[in-house]
């Protein structure tokens, strides 16, 4: 969730929603923190505080995905007789105007949603917000203190960043970047977080969302409904492996930037493309295999190319088992 709070409020990302859905195309399994984490940052100091999901309210979820930047902000702090009772004297601890601000959340159109379908490919892990999860001793925890020492003696990280936002962004991205190594899983991050990246370096996981674009568009606009549909499809697992192989193979061509990259993908895609379909075509009786032959024939090797041949192609071959279990009819879910 730490790594992901520049999706909540920075409107030149995907938003959360979006990005949860494309993982659910292209990853075999979902894992999502849950709660609601409130992050509040000024110059003098700042707040960070997780909020179980069973004591979110409606006032804190509105409050998401919505920037406070400038507010001013104070944090006081008093001792209570008993819980629930106010506290009798305060002591400001924090008072500035707000840098930074963030409330993340994924429940509001991701989770919420999800559970009318309750799929099994959906997992929650539960280590309660903990800025440091883990205990002492234990391999995620000392891994955890073993980066953030390191990075807290490191005068050249981010040298003209605040030193509160600072190390918000260094033990965060630590914090994500250790646990899903011990997850074996991938993880989201966003500009705030490229400092980190530069430091310890990642391994760019060539997830096939690229590819996922040239053919089905913004996926974000597609209701859960059709992403479920898709996951269900016979040939869902087959498509991730497609589109994951069309992004590894751009990939190897040595792109000099993000729109060569495209490019690239979107050959290996209008390859793929031709492939499948020639692979099935002599399956097909002959009037049908000479449609289906002509039309990935001429498809152009441009973006966005397959996405208009094989809707086309879609109701001739549905009746055909080979076509109805491929990659090709799982993607075209996607694009209806």
Do not use: C
Request: no cysteine; charged share 25%.
């Amino acid at each position: 969730m730490r790594t992901s709070v520049e999706l909540f409020s920075d409107p030149r990302s995907p938003d959360a929603v979006t990005k949860a859905k494309e993982a659910a195309v292209l990853y075999d399994e979902l894992i999502f923190e849950p709660g609601l984490l409130d992050v509040t940052i000024t110059p003098q100091g700042g707040s960070s505080i997780w909020i179980p999901p069973e004591q979110m309210t409606d006032a804190l979820l509105a409050r998401s995905r919505r920037p406070a930047v400038g507010d001013p902000m104070t944090l006081a702090i008093g001792k209570q007789d008993a819980p629930g009772v106010p506290a009798e004297e305060m002591h400001v601890m924090v008072s500035g105007q707000i840098s930074n601000t963030y409330i993340a959340e994924f429940h509001t159109g991701i989770l919420d949603e999800l559970k009318a379908f309750d799929p099994e490919w959906v997992k929650t892990i539960d280590i309660g917000g903990e800025a440091h999860p883990g205990r002492v001793g234990e391999p995620v925890y000392e891994a955890i203190r073993h980066r953030n020492f390191s990075d807290f003696g490191d005068k050249e990280l981010m040298p003209d960043v605040e030193s509160f936002l600072r190390t918000y962004i260094s033990k965060s991205f630590n914090r994500d970047a250790i646990v899903a190594t011990d997850l074996a899983a991938s993880f989201p991050t966003t500009p705030l977080f490229r400092p980190m990246v530069d430091r310890h370096g990642v391994n760019p996981d060539y997830a096939g969302s690229e590819a996922l674009s040239i053919i089905a568009g913004n996926v974000g606009e597609l209701p859960w409904e059709a992403v479920v549909e898709f996951r269900d499809h016979h040939g869902s697992q087959e498509a991730r492996e497609r589109l994951r192989e069309f992004e590894r193979l751009a990939s190897e061509a040595d792109p000099q930037d993000a729109y060569d990259f495209l490019k690239s993908v979107s050959l290996e895609v209008n390859r793929g493309f031709r492939a499948a379909i020639e692979a099935l075509a002599p399956s097909l009786p002959e009037e049908l295999a000479k449609q289906v032959l002509l039309n990935a024939v001429a498809t152009a090797s441009v973006i966005g190319a397959p996405v208009a041949a094989a809707a086309g192609l879609t109701s001739a071959l549905s009746e055909w088992r080979e076509y109805s279990r491929s990659w090709i009819a799982a993607v075209m879910v996607l694009t209806r």
